[in-house]
């Protein structure tokens, strides 16, 4: 079933990615970390269907979406910042891997942190971040999605590495097996990872490496 959704608000969170809020059809449900596929509802772009994921709360009267640009591919991300109020787009069915199965290590690469905004929002919502870690990887610091807000959450631990910069307070390195067994005191507990496939493998095939079964990895290609 699709909806068609107007927008009601746009906001900058970086200087590539943006927050879009649109009108929440009736009855429309889903658990955070879900997405669907998005298309503008205009002529030459309903067939250019991407799947987002929703980072607002199931309870909410919106339907919030982070979404970063990527202008140099020419697609719908680079469409995105360019909308305005009263814009639509067309959104399809539920979907998606990443759902909360309890407290654990979320993973992120870039823009692959956008299923763990509202599971954690709904958890800080919930007073039930204890034992949860974000480990978030970005190219630069700039890139940094709510880097403030995952910061305020009590409860919740925060890694932030960037790879192509050094930054102090902020590791510089991927995310590897070294950098893990640095920041987490053991390997007993859930792990969730999202990003760009060439990062989940090389995180998946670490955490195996440390002992960690199918079991308790969750995976969603960013």
Not at 15 to 38: I, N, S
Not at 71 to 82: F, S
Request: aromatic content about 8%; charged content about 30%.
């Amino acid at each position: 079933m699709t909806h068609i959704l107007t927008l009601n608000q746009i906001e900058p969170v970086t200087h590539d990615v943006h927050c879009l809020r649109f009108d929440k059809p009736e009855r429309f449900t889903f658990e955070p970390g879900q997405a669907v596929e998005l298309a503008l509802d205009r002529d030459g772009w309903r067939d250019e269907a991407r799947p987002f994921t929703m980072t607002s709360l199931p309870e909410d009267d919106f339907l919030e979406f982070t979404i970063k640009s990527y202008p140099d591919h020419g697609g719908v991300t680079e469409q995105i910042g360019k909308m305005r109020p009263g814009d639509k787009v067309i959104v399809g069915d539920v979907f998606g891997a990443i759902t909360d199965a309890g407290p654990g290590v979320f993973i992120a690469g870039g823009a692959g942190v956008t299923p763990f905004i509202a599971i954690l929002r709904r958890r800080q919502r919930d007073d039930a971040l204890d034992g949860c870690t974000l480990i978030f990887s970005n190219r630069l610091e700039k890139d940094i999605i709510r880097r403030e807000e995952f910061e305020g959450m009590d409860g919740l631990k925060t890694v932030f590495t960037v790879t192509d910069e050094a930054v102090d307070g902020l590791f510089n390195r991927m995310i590897d097996g070294d950098m893990l067994d640095d920041v987490l005191e053991d390997y007993d507990r859930r792990f969730y990872v999202c990003g760009p496939p060439p990062m989940i493998d090389a995180v998946v095939q670490t955490l195996k490496d440390k002992g960690v079964p199918d079991g308790r990895i969750t995976i969603e290609t960013a």
